[in-house]
């Protein structure tokens, strides 16, 4: 009776016996594709990577129309820049760039200006991190430089009264520096 009971628990828990990540990202597209839903790659928590083998987006150039919505915190991102571009015109690509503290706006802000300058989408979710209203005007300066298009802030990880007024500052500010500005995209 136990060794029934353990079975699928050691297939679950065992990394020797869990799919790699390409395998997991290519069935994620794969059934995207058949459920003719948007494509979604990576999350606030889990975030998309590029892989160092073929990249699973090569799954979606046969296709046409599709809306493919990334988010990375990663600025290797722009290694499949080329892929992105093509699959923007074939369909509406969305990048949304995760910037969890203010020393990873560099690298990151420096992707956001490589992807938009080739017309793809770009938006920066900012996760709660320490800093005030010159740290959000600072940040939202940058993100208007880098030419992304839309800025959108994750405040889960703050208490109540703590998201309430970091919310209401970034909403005015947001509005203040022109956010959301004019989509783009040749999807």
């Known amino acids: 009776m136990v060794r029934e009971a353990t ?5 679950v828990l065992s990394p020797a ?3 790699d990540a390409d395998a997991r990202l290519e069935r994620q597209v794969r059934r995207s594709l058949l459920r003719r839903e948007p494509v979604v790659l990576g999350t606030a928590a889990e975030p998309y ?4 083998s073929r990249s699973p987006l090569h799954l979606l150039l046969a ?5 493919i919505r990334i988010t990375t915190s990663t600025p290797r991102i722009q290694r499949e820049i080329d892929l992105l571009v ?4 074939r369909h509406s690509v969305e990048v949304r760039m995760l910037v969890r503290s203010v020393g990873d706006s560099p690298p990151l ?3 956001v200006r490589g992807l938009a ?3 793809i989408a770009m938006t ?6 320490p800093g005030g209203e010159e740290t959000l005007r600072f940040l939202l300066e940058e993100t208007l430089a880098a030419g992304a298009l839309e800025v959108e802030m994750e405040t889960g990880s703050l208490r109540r009264s703590e998201r309430a007024r970091l919310l209401a500052l970034f909403r005015r500010l947001r509005l203040e520096y022109g956010f959301p500005r004019g989509m783009v995209g040749r999807g």
């Open 17 to 19: 016996l869990q799919p």
């Open 117 to 119: 300058a080739e017309g």
């Open 124 to 129: 920066l979710l900012f996760q709660a991190f």
């Open 49 to 52: 990577a590029p892989v160092l």
């Open 109 to 111: 802000l420096e992707a």
């Open 63 to 67: 296709e046409e129309g599709l809306e």
């Open 86 to 89: 093509e699959l923007d015109r």
């Open 7 to 11: 079975l699928p628990l050691l297939f």
